[in-house]
C-alpha cells in the first residue's frame, strides 16, 4: 500500500547495505518491500564511511542501479563523518534534498535535459574603487542558482558561474568569479561547449576608471566620480552563437517590463528572454519568489505569476523545452 500511495520515495541516508539490496531486487523488509511494489521515482541520499563508500562493489552497485530510470541520486558530500574522519561519503545537506523532491514532484521525475551541457551566470558582480568600495546591484543569485538545480535535476550537465558567497549543490559545477570582466571570461572559456546558456547574473554596466590598490581616504573621494562601461557578456555571446545553441537572457525592469525585453531579446540575438518586474513586492533581488514573462525569438510570450525561484526555473526549461532548442 505504501509504494501504491506515494508520489515520492526518499531514502536519505541510504546505507550500503540497502544500496545493494535495491540493485539486486532483495526485499527482506519493509523499506525494500515498499521500494519493489513502487512505480514512482525514488530519490537515494548515501551516506557512509569513506572506505565504504570507494569500494568496488559499491560503487558497482551504485552504477547499476541507476540503469532503472525511477531512480535519482543528491551524490554524496565531503566532510566531517559520523566515524569523526573527514572524507567523502557525508549524506547531502536536508536543504538541497529537499530541493531535489520540491524539483522531482514539480517533473514527476523526467529527464528532459538528458545529454544536454548547460551554462549558466548566476550573481551581482562588483567592480571596486578600491579594496573596500565597489559598483555593485542587489543580485543575490537565487534564480540562477535555482535555474542551475533545476536543469541539474532534469539530467543536464550544468556548470554555474556565479558571485554566490554559498557552496554550489552537488552535481553542479561551480566556478566563482567578482568582476564583470571575470565573469567575461570563464563564460567565453566554456561558451562553445554548451548547448543552452542562460545570462541571469545582474552585471554590472560600469565600472571606476582607476582602482586605488589603497582604501582611499574620505577625503580623497572624487566628486564626480569617473566610470568606464564594463564588456556587455551577453550581446557577445548572441554574437558568437552558434546555430545549434540556445541563448536565454534576462531583464529586470520597473515599469513596462515588456517593451525593453523586446528589444533586448532582438538586438542581443537572443532565443528567448524572461522579464521580471523589480518593484513589485516578494519579486525580483534578494526575494525567494519572483514574478515574469517569457518571450521567444517564435514570438511566444508566457506570463508567470508570483511562485517560488524553483518553480519559476522549472516554468523557463518547460517554455524552452516547449520551444524547441536548436539541437
Known amino acids: 500500500d505504501l509504494g501504491e500511495w506515494a508520489d515520492l520515495l526518499v531514502i536519505a541516508p541510504l546505507s550500503a547495505n540497502t544500496l545493494a539490496k535495491l540493485t539486486h531486487g532483495i526485499a527482506d523488509n519493509l523499506l525494500t518491500n515498499t521500494v519493489l511494489a513502487s512505480t514512482c521515482p525514488i530519490l537515494l541520499a548515501p551516506a557512509m ?135 567575461q571570461q570563464k563564460m567565453l572559456q566554456h561558451f562553445p561547449q554548451a548547448d543552452i546558456i542562460i545570462m541571469s547574473a545582474a552585471v554590472a554596466d560600469v565600472k571606476p576608471t582607476e582602482y586605488s590598490p589603497e582604501k582611499l581616504p574620505k577625503r580623497s573621494l572624487p566628486e564626480n566620480l569617473p566610470l568606464t562601461p564594463v564588456p556587455d557578456i551577453l550581446a557577445e555571446l548572441g554574437n558568437r552563437k552558434q546555430p545549434h545553441q540556445y541563448l536565454i537572457g534576462f531583464a529586470a525592469q520597473t515599469g513596462d517590463i515588456i517593451t525593453p525585453a523586446w528589444e533586448k531579446l532582438q538586438q542581443k540575438k537572443l532565443d528567448a528572454i524572461a522579464a521580471n518586474p523589480i518593484d513589485q513586492p516578494n519579486s525580483g533581488f534578494g526575494s525567494d519568489n519572483n514574478t515574469a514573462v517569457f518571450l521567444d525569438h517564435q514570438g511566444r510570450k508566457e506570463e508567470i505569476a508570483n511562485c517560488s525561484k524553483l518553480e519559476m526555473a522549472h516554468r523557463l526549461w518547460e517554455f524552452v523545452k516547449r520551444g524547441g532548442t536548436r539541437r
Not at 568600495?133 to 540562477?144: A, D
Not at 554559498?166 to 571575470?182: F, H, K, N, Y
Request: net charge neutral; aromatic share 6%.
Open 49 to 183: 564511511n569513506t572506505d565504504m563508500w570507494e569500494q568496488v562493489a559499491v560503487q558497482r552497485n551504485w552504477q547499476q542501479l541507476f540503469t532503472d530510470p525511477r531512480y535519482h541520486q543528491t551524490g554524496t558530500a565531503s566532510g566531517i563523518l559520523a566515524c569523526d574522519r573527514v572524507g567523502t561519503g557525508r549524506m547531502a545537506e536536508p536543504a538541497e534534498i529537499v530541493t531535489y523532491i520540491n524539483s522531482l514532484i514539480q517533473t514527476q521525475g523526467q529527464r528532459d535535459l538528458a545529454g544536454l551541457r548547460v551554462l549558466i551566470s548566476a550573481g551581482g558582480t562588483r567592480e571596486y574603487l578600491d579594496p573596500v568600495r565597489f559598483i555593485g546591484n542587489p543580485s543575490t543569485g537565487k534564480m540562477g542558482l535555482a535555474l542551475a538545480q533545476a536543469a541539474h535535476h532534469r539530467g543536464a550537465t550544468v556548470t554555474l558561474v556565479h558571485t554566490l558567497t554559498q557552496d554550489i549543490p552537488l552535481g553542479i559545477q561551480g566556478i566563482s568569479v567578482t568582476t564583470a570582466e571575470q565573469m
